[in-house]
């Protein structure tokens, strides 16, 4: 009888650890964990480049106000949810430099972003120089790390 | 004049109508990774939708009968039904992802928040497919669908090097950044967007509706042979526009406010603008050819009384099933999924389940029984088994690559 009760809950063991198993924290490989950083960055970039051709755009008087927010605010939600997501991932030992390196630049990366976000929102036009500059540097610093990682 | 007048009018809502959100967000992204790579894509995507689209108009104008009428005749009620079950399964997906796209656009110009948008076009789109007349509704859309020619002039304000853009457009490559599994992913994805299962169920029970006979297959071809690849144009011109703007600058596009960005930069506050209506166009007009291919088909299978020239009253079970599936997307949309997320997965499903519905119809549109002397002939018979074959291949590869690539990352 109990031999057949063990039969009987072992699919529910297996369904209840798939399920604890999916729920907790990932700690990738070395190779998964470097892969994962390689696409949180030229993610990264791509918002970043998004806020300052926008900004830019904004500058030069081309692009609509609500546009740009819109544009603006729809890259600052992706960027934060793609950042939160990689910093809950434990990184192995041996990438603490890569974590430490990719952790400082995505940090950069989404308050530069909130910056350009918050300007267009008080049209704080003469920021929006300072912003493009910073907004470029940081493209070229991400850019360096990508390449690094790829 | 009238006739010419008639010609003009299909062609022209034709092209304004062919664009919808999957094109010009998958455009844009295929665009904005691959340059101009996938432009074959588009190219036999396009004549893909001609070959299908021509033969179940000429099926409809010659049989009278709509897809799901003639679908669950030839298949049988139980394979009928679950043919009925995975092709609404997608439309309904696509009528999500167009009503979150109508959200999108007017965000884009009020900077409100999308979701807050949803409920207010959910109704709109209702109301419209309530009350609006079917012609008015097929020709507002269509024509104002037009204004994304604003991308073909935007491209070519940008002043790109057509040379490169042909060299890339002409050659099958992939930047070296990619990886040809996510080439074959997008390939797969952009066939699905300007191949859409809706787009076929809505002609042909239009072509119904409106009492198409054998002599309307001239103006049917024009639409369809003219139109068509006019439309498919301005999806390149989407493509081209992010190849040019976007992709240099390590833009990948994942929202709306993106793949109008080439527009502003090269065209100013106005082209944007123009850009925005025929986003909004775009988006609404393919909103209400999904709910009305919902309730067309759903209707169809089950024998009710269904259509737009017929009073409300008489075509209630359609009228419900219109509502109901307005009020299930706006449900989904407020649940705060992504509507650029629901988009990506409608147009890779909707590859999947092109084979369910284009299979029949070529099987009809070659049965002399039903089509007479307008069966298929021997180009169309080849034109049409040769697109078997691609939708097949596209269907079977689609699943496989979106779970490999992790939908193209």
Not at chain 1, 15 to 40: D, F, Q
Not at chain 2, 143 to 169: I, M, R, S
Not at chain 2, 211 to 223: C, E, F, I, P, V
Request: with cysteine; hydrophobic share 50%; proline share 4%.
């Amino acid at each position: 009888v109990n031999r057949a009760r063990r039969v009987r809950a072992a699919p529910a063991v297996v369904l209840l650890v798939l399920i604890g198993g999916g729920c907790t924290v990932a700690s990738p490989s070395p190779a998964a964990y470097r892969e994962r950083t390689a696409l949180v960055i030229t993610d990264a970039i791509s918002h970043v480049a998004t806020a300052q051709k926008v900004l830019e755009a904004s500058q030069d008087d081309k692009i609509l106000g609500a546009y740009a927010l819109a544009t603006v605010r729809s890259s600052d939600d992706t960027l934060n949810t793609a950042v939160g997501a990689y910093e809950e991932l434990y990184p192995p030992r041996s990438m603490d430099p890569t974590f430490n390196r990719a952790s400082s630049l995505l940090g950069d990366a989404t308050d530069l972003v909130t910056a350009a976000r918050i300007a267009l929102y008080r049209h704080d036009r003469a920021d929006y120089p300072g912003l493009v500059d910073d907004l470029e540097q940081l493209t070229a610093e991400l850019e360096r790390l990508e390449k690094e990682l790829s | 004049v009238k006739k010419v007048f008639a010609v003009a009018l299909g062609i022209l809502t034709a092209i304004g109508g062919f664009v919808d959100i999957g094109d010009l967000v998958t455009n844009a992204q295929v665009g904005s990774r691959f340059g101009l790579s996938l432009a074959w894509v588009v190219v036999l995507g396009v004549a893909g939708i001609c070959v299908f689209a021509e033969m179940s108009g000429r099926v409809a104008a010659v049989s009278g009968r709509a897809t799901f009428d003639l679908i669950r005749e030839r298949l049988g009620p139980r394979v009928g039904l679950a043919n009925l079950f995975a092709s609404m399964a997608v439309t309904l997906l696509t009528f999500i992802a167009e009503i979150g796209g109508i959200a999108l656009s007017l965000t884009l110009v009020t900077s409100v928040h999308e979701f807050l948008w949803v409920p207010f076009t959910g109704a709109a789109v209702w109301i419209v497919l309530w009350r609006v007349k079917f012609s008015l509704l097929e020709n507002v859309f269509g024509l104002l669908g037009l204004a994304l020619v604003v991308f073909a002039v935007a491209l070519w304000q940008l002043g790109p090097d057509w040379e490169q853009l042909w060299h890339q457009a002409s050659t099958v490559a992939k930047p070296q950044s990619e990886h040809w599994s996510t080439y074959s992913y997008y390939a797969v994805a952009l066939f699905g967007a300007a191949m859409t299962p809706y787009e076929v169920f809505f002609f042909s029970s239009g072509g119904v509706e409106e009492h198409w006979d054998a002599r309307k297959l001239g103006l049917m071809r024009s639409n369809v042979f003219v139109g068509f690849p006019l439309g498919g144009l301005l999806s390149l011109a989407i493509a081209g526009c992010a190849a040019v703007t976007l992709l240099p600058a390590g833009i990948s596009v994942d929202s709306l406010g993106q793949v109008g960005l080439p527009v502003a930069l090269a065209l100013g506050k106005l082209g944007l603008a123009v850009a925005v209506l025929g986003f909004f166009a775009a988006t609404f007009g393919a909103a209400c050819e999904t709910g009305l291919s919902l309730g067309y088909s759903i209707s169809q299978y089950f024998g009710w009384q269904w259509g737009k020239y017929v009073r409300p009253r008489e075509a209630a079970r359609f009228h419900a099933v219109v509502l109901l599936a307005t009020v299930l997307a706006v449900g989904v949309l407020l649940t705060t999924i992504d509507p650029i997320m629901v988009t990506e997965f409608s147009v890779v499903f909707s590859a999947v389940a092109l084979p369910l519905t284009y299979f029949p119809i070529l099987v009809v549109a070659n049965d002399r029984d039903y089509m007479g002397d307008h069966a298929n002939g021997r180009l169309s018979n080849f034109l049409g088994s040769f697109f078997l074959v691609v939708v097949l291949v596209a269907a079977v590869a689609a699943l496989p690559l979106m779970v490999w690539t992790k939908m193209g990352q």
